[in-house]
């Protein structure tokens, strides 16, 4: 079974502080993705990445960066110099994905962030 | 293109009432699901559906039932309403690269 860990239930920091939000996760699966999703208050689920288990390389779009370890199981997400709009629920999910398999999206119980100003 | 549609937005049942909550999306996907969301409970799939005329349950399937008779609907129906099913719920559609988020419908049984 597929499984997905957000230990910290809620972060706050000070505007300009740079935050992580850990993931950790479970799968049998040699080829798996990785999501990260963003709930600000007005409550939609707001895509941020998707990353596929055979792609370790880090990526940085911005403020936010991802750090994708297959060895520790973990998808890392920070965010640089945070602002008072980065205040939302943030969700890691993972799944099976390809022509031959459909399993659904395994979400974590989110990350609650507070960002400060 | 308007992805993925939820109706209603909002909606108030007493308990025993039964509703539909509708979901469609445009993209021509297969992969459709029904999620609920809890305070500290993450999303929870209800349901999901991999193509027309065939449907699956999630973990937290009861009280709850689906059909997909086109590709483009997948509506999700409460038997029965319970306050426990008080709750936010997403329709989601899943391409090749993304999987897409409807609005949601916050419901509330009283």
């Known amino acids: 079974a597929q499984k997905v860990t957000q230990a910290q239930t809620e972060i706050s920091v000070v505007e300009k502080e740079d935050v992580t939000l850990d993931c950790v996760y479970e799968?049998?699966?040699?080829?798996?993705?990785l999501f990260w999703y963003k709930q600000p208050p007005s409550g939609e689920l707001v895509f941020l990445i998707r990353?596929?288990?055979?792609?370790?390389q880090n990526e940085i779009s911005g403020r936010y960066s991802w750090n994708f370890q297959k060895s520790t199981s973990s998808f890392n997400f920070t965010i640089t110099a945070s602002q008072v709009v980065d205040s939302a629920v943030y969700f890691c999910?993972?799944?099976?994905?390809?022509?031959?398999?459909?399993?659904?999206?395994?979400f974590g119980k989110g990350t609650r962030l507070s960002v400060i100003a | 293109n308007a992805g993925v549609t939820q109706t209603p937005k909002f909606q108030v049942l007493k308990t025993g009432q039964s509703m539909t909550l509708q979901c469609a999306q445009d993209m021509n996907h297969e992969y459709m699901s029904w999620y609920r969301q809890d305070p500290g409970m993450g999303l929870r799939l209800i349901h999901y559906?991999?193509?027309?005329?065939?449907?699956d349950q999630g973990e937290v399937p009861n009280g709850y039932n689906v059909s997909r008779s086109t590709t483009e609907d997948f509506p999700l129906r409460l038997l029965s309403a319970a306050p426990s099913q008080t709750s936010v719920y997403f329709c989601a559609s899943r391409g090749y690269r993304e999987q897409y988020f409807g609005p949601g419908t916050r419901l509330t049984v009283t």
């Open positions: 990353r596929n288990s055979f792609d370790e």
């Open positions: 799968t049998r699966d040699t080829t798996y993705y």
């Open positions: 559906s991999v193509g027309a005329g065939i449907t």
């Open positions: 999910a993972l799944t099976s994905w390809g022509p031959l398999a459909n399993t659904p999206l395994v």
